[in-house]
């Protein structure tokens, strides 16, 4: 079983900056993929950023040149640099790690924008 541990979020205003970090625990032989995905109330949960184990990462558009991605593989751990905030970032943001038969998620951390 692998449990992921989130941390970083909370209540900032427009324009501040956050850090989310994840560190995945327990019986992991090996992670192909790990990323951050959000959910806004009454919204679909949908991609942040994810960083492959060969170093590519992928953001959505409406976070490109604001957030950064990265990871530290011997700590299984998993990062994302938010600068820049808007109210529209106002989500529960989820970390999720992808190994070669299935994928876990976190809990959830949740971050607020103020205008």
């Known amino acids: 079983q692998v449990q992921l541990l989130e941390s970083g979020g909370g209540l900032v205003q427009a324009g501040g900056s956050l850090r989310l970090s994840c560190a995945a625990s327990?019986?992991?032989?090996?992670?192909?993929?790990m990323g951050w995905y959000r959910q806004a109330p009454g919204k679909q949960r949908e991609l942040v950023a994810v960083?492959?184990?060969?170093?590519?990462?992928n953001y959505a558009e409406s976070v490109k040149g604001r957030f950064t991605i990265s990871r530290d593989s011997s700590k299984n751990s998993v990062y994302l640099q938010m600068n820049s905030l808007k109210p529209e970032d106002t989500a529960v943001y989820y970390c999720?790690?992808?190994?070669?038969?299935?994928?876990?998620w976190g809990q959830g951390t949740q971050v607020t924008v103020s205008s």
């Open positions: 327990g019986s992991i032989s090996s992670i192909n993929v």
């Open positions: 960083s492959t184990t060969g170093g590519t990462t």
């Open positions: 999720k790690v992808a190994v070669p038969s299935t994928s876990y």
